[in-house]
């Protein structure tokens, strides 16, 4: 399963790097579409850095031969720490300390093996 290693590197580099920007105590004021715009660029930015590293990885051409992409999302988060901490960073500072890493560890976790599955697959496409 994808979480347990995901929940053990993002401890690591959590505490190996602590945050990109000390927040603000002041809470932002924004719209939740606003927010939400914001989170959107973010995730995906930090979506775009794994799935190139993932495409970038010779397993990655060879998955029927037992590699599974979870494996190969895992060992590209430690070459995406920037961005994955932007977004997570951001969305605690729009909706609350510890929000961004229910996040990171809950909807976007669950959804990223299929969207590095389909967008590696388009990229691969294009070249």
Same mark, same amino acid.
């Given at each position: 399963?994808?979480?347990?290693?995901?929940?053990?590197?993002?401890?690591?580099?959590?505490?190996?790097?602590?945050?990109?920007?000390?927040?603000?105590?002041?809470?932002?004021?924004?719209?939740?579409?606003?927010?939400?715009?914001?989170?959107?660029?973010?995730?995906?930015?930090?979506?775009?850095?794994?799935?190139?590293?993932? #495409?970038? @990885?010779?397993? =990655? $051409?060879?998955? +029927?031969?037992?590699?599974?992409?979870?494996?190969?999302?895992? %060992?590209?988060? !430690?070459?995406?720490?920037?961005?994955?901490?932007?977004?997570?960073? #951001?969305? @605690?500072?729009? =909706? $609350?300390?510890? +929000?961004?890493?229910?996040?990171?560890?809950?909807?976007?976790? %669950?959804?990223? !093996?299929?969207?590095?599955?389909?967008?590696?697959?388009?990229?691969?496409?294009?070249?």
């Amino acid at each position: 399963m994808i979480v347990a290693p995901l929940a053990g590197i993002a401890l690591v580099v959590s505490i190996a790097t602590g945050p990109i920007a000390e927040p603000d105590n002041a809470p932002v004021q924004m719209s939740l579409q606003q927010k939400n715009a914001a989170i959107h660029s973010l995730a995906h930015s930090a979506t775009e850095c794994i799935v190139q590293t993932v #495409a970038a @990885d010779p397993r =990655f $051409g060879k998955r +029927a031969a037992n590699i599974n992409i979870s494996d190969l999302i895992v %060992d590209s988060i !430690p070459s995406c720490t920037r961005p994955l901490h932007a977004m997570i960073d #951001a969305y @605690d500072r729009y =909706f $609350g300390e510890g +929000a961004g890493e229910a996040f990171f560890m809950g909807p976007y976790l %669950d959804k990223l !093996p299929v969207a590095v599955s389909k967008w590696g697959t388009v990229g691969a496409e294009e070249e």
